[in-house]
């Protein structure tokens, strides 16, 4: 809390002249319970507004009491007349510097509430505009993470509609499974596409691996996990004739664990 800062925003002058709603009053309440040196801004400024109204005071001249009574004795009424009691209207003489110093005491007041309102609704713009922003770059992020997803699934398509590439369907091995996933091979190019439609979750120390047979000898082709989206760019190879997935350790094997292989399709 920067007290400074808080005395300086004119709060204190706006609940000295009551203008502070319910709510903001209980909110200084609760301040000047917390920071005696609140609680001794607060006196000072209502000891400077009280002795400010004490100096633009009105005090009537000493010898008023004696100049009224001298003036009935002058003017007694006529005999046998009835005796009328007259109320005289005095006009007091006000200073000039009364006014001024009233004036300024007013324009204090609302230079103050003034100040605290002003820097309430800057308080309040600030904090709608960081939302703003922080709104903004949520949906710029989004906006690039949904553009991403757009390219990486236009490139997908003119694979899968590209007539040099040949889908190799692979199959599950083992009885029972259902587990199947494709390749898109490019004989000429020599790229390949893994596309997994069923495959199951590993543990964190294990991770799928593909590999092609070429020449009657498996050929890495590179590792990955079950949870791949759309086409998964694995690498080249020339003249394979089948394609397989076995489950290796994390990072991949030099050569593949037949007996953990779970799907396999020929080419051509």
Do not use: C
Request: glycine share 6%.
């Amino acid at each position: 809390m920067d007290i400074k800062e808080y005395i300086s925003s004119g709060i204190l002058e706006a609940y000295a002249l009551d203008g502070l709603s319910s709510e903001e009053r209980r909110g200084v309440e609760d301040m000047l319970a917390q920071y005696p040196e609140l609680r001794a801004e607060l006196n000072a400024i209502e000891e400077g507004l009280e002795a400010l109204a004490l100096e633009t005071a009105i005090t009537p001249p000493s010898d008023l009491g004696a100049s009224i009574l001298s003036q009935i004795e002058d003017k007694e009424a006529p005999a046998g007349a009835t005796a009328e009691t007259k109320v005289v209207a005095m006009q007091p003489k006000t200073s000039v510097w009364a006014y001024v110093a009233a004036a300024s005491i007013a324009l204090a007041a609302i230079a103050s509430f003034l100040a605290y309102d002003y820097h309430t609704k800057w308080q309040s713009a600030q904090n709608a505009f960081a939302q703003l922003q922080a709104n903004n770059e949520l949906m710029a992020s989004q906006y690039n993470q949904v553009n991403q997803k757009l390219e990486q699934l236009e490139d997908d398509i003119e694979i899968i509609g590209n007539s040099d590439f040949q889908r190799v369907n692979m199959g599950a091995v083992n009885e029972g499974d259902n587990y199947t996933a494709s390749i898109y091979w490019n004989a000429k190019t020599e790229e390949a596409f893994l596309s997994i439609q069923n495959l199951k979750q590993l543990s964190e120390e294990q991770q799928y691996q593909l590999w092609a047979i070429v020449d009657g000898k498996p050929v890495d082709m590179g590792v990955f996990d079950f949870d791949v989206k759309g086409l998964l760019k694995m690498k080249s190879v020339a003249n394979a004739a089948t394609f397989a997935v076995t489950i290796e350790p994390k990072g991949g094997s030099v050569n593949p664990t037949l007996e953990a292989m779970q799907v396999a399709g020929n080419v051509g």
